[in-house]
């Protein structure tokens, strides 16, 4: 079972501000992932990593960034928060032969 | 891309009743996974299909992957309160290919009420 921890748990920002969503993983997975979801709905794929120093965009469009500089350490940055990201943003991670992911528990973004 | 149709899309049941659940797409799939979220929360693994025809359980839980690889469905038991929430069903396409080979295509879900 893999640690994966997301920070902060809820944000409330104001429009234009830089924020920086934290991932952290401890079972050392090359395959990191972004997810991006309103509530009760389906997942949205918004970026992927599948070690350091790489990184793609997924099928949704984001206006965010992510970085992949230590295996275990994942963050998503929005350089101007609108209320259009208001979401909740999941991280997930994938060690194994198998496409098993393991989520984090998630950040609740709000945009005012 | 390939799709994933997950039924129904919400459901409510007695407390104790079985509930079955199901994904189908026109695509074949190498593996099928079956995520449960509680609200404000990540999706936890519930089950893990590898090969077509394969039966798991998992506690009051069980799952197939179906003959055709087109298809899982997943069933709960005797269901209690705590079963509320969320169903995700996930597979990972055939055949791999390029870059994007690893990424997981969801369900839609299906929301679960349980009434006591």
């Known amino acids: 079972e893999a640690d994966i921890y997301q920070t902060p748990r809820y944000l409330v920002i104001g429009t234009g501000k830089k924020i920086t969503l934290e991932c952290s993983q401890t079972m050392g997975h090359d395959k990191m992932y972004w997810y991006q979801q309103d509530p009760g709905m389906e997942l949205h794929l918004i970026h992927y990593s599948y070690g350091v120093n790489s990184t793609e965009k997924g099928d949704l469009s984001s206006e965010s960034t992510v970085s992949r500089i230590r295996t275990e350490h994942f963050p998503l940055t929005l350089e101007s928060a609108r209320p259009s990201h208001t979401s909740q943003y999941l991280c997930a991670s994938d060690g194994g032969g198998y496409n098993e992911q393991f989520f984090g528990p998630g950040t609740r973004l709000t945009v005012l | 891309g390939q799709q994933l149709n997950q039924s129904p899309q919400s459901m409510f049941i007695q407390e104790g009743e079985d509930v079955s659940m199901n994904c189908t797409s026109s695509s074949i799939f190498n593996t099928w996974l079956w995520y449960k979220q509680d609200p404000g929360e990540g999706p936890v693994l519930l089950i893990a299909?590898?090969?077509?025809?394969e039966l798991t359980s998992n506690g009051r839980l069980t799952a197939q992957f179906g003959i055709t690889r087109k298809d899982s469905f997943l069933n709960i038991s005797a269901s209690i309160p705590s079963d509320v929430g969320i169903y995700f069903c996930?597979?990972?396409?055939?055949?791999?290919?390029?870059?994007?080979?690893?990424?997981?295509?969801f369900g839609k879900g299906t929301k679960l009420s349980v009434i006591p």
């Open positions: 996930a597979g990972q396409p055939f055949p791999y290919s390029g870059a994007g080979s690893y990424q997981l295509t």
């Open positions: 299909l590898y090969k077509a025809g």
